[in-house]
């Protein structure tokens, strides 16, 4: 396949009892749709919603209905042009071989930190690029502050120099936001918010699991 932007476009990846395992690039998700197992069966399939119901499709199929898709409603997908024809991202894949039970917890990483305050300073409440934030640490480890998700927070580098090494109240600062562990991937919440991937909700139960991504 040429290189192509729809090549980094996510899809959720399912397990073969239907539970959201991560989220993964377009092109890791074709790599598994073309794949097989030993016995020359086929290790993934897509999952797409129609009409309220989820069907599933194998990568022939699937190219089929892309043609169809690309005359008459090209705007409802991202796209990978092949040699021959273009077939359509899709945003659900289901492992058939794979039934592990997905991980519980979210990963305590810069990236999710990143993720949960949305790039706000926890300080002034602006928003920032990531390269113009920080991490806080609310109570400072000088005063036995612990890197954990309660005490971690997004912070601009103006806030961040205000505040030195001392807690928000001794710096006369307040947090816009207390800062909590989330209890879903906050990344994930942050894809929910584009229609694109509104078929995701279904397999997003909060109460159960939390997608890992990579």
Known sequence: MAPHSGLNSSVLMLNAHYMALRIISAKRAFSLLFKQNHRNEQVAEIVHVEKGQYVSYDFDDWAELSRFRKEFEPAEHDWIRTVRFDIAVPRIIRVLTYNRVPRQSVKFNRRNIYARDRNRCQYCGKKFNT??????????????????????????????????????????????????????????????????????????????????LT
């Not at 954990?148 to 816009?176: E, Y």
């Not at 942050?190 to 279904?202: D, G, M, N, R, V």
Request: hydrophobic share 35%; net charge positive; charged share 20%.
């Open 131 to 212: 390269s113009e934030l920080s991490l806080d640490h609310v109570v400072p480890r000088s005063q036995d502050g612990e890197a954990s998700w309660t005490n971690i927070v997004c912070c601009c580098l103006k806030c961040n120099v205000k505040k030195g090494g001392r807690t928000p109240a001794q710096a006369n600062m307040k947090l816009t936001t207390v800062p909590v562990k989330p209890k879903q991937s906050p990344v994930v919440n942050i894809k929910l918010s584009e229609a694109k991937y509104s078929s995701w909700k279904h397999f997003l139960d909060h109460a159960y699991w939390n997608v890992e």
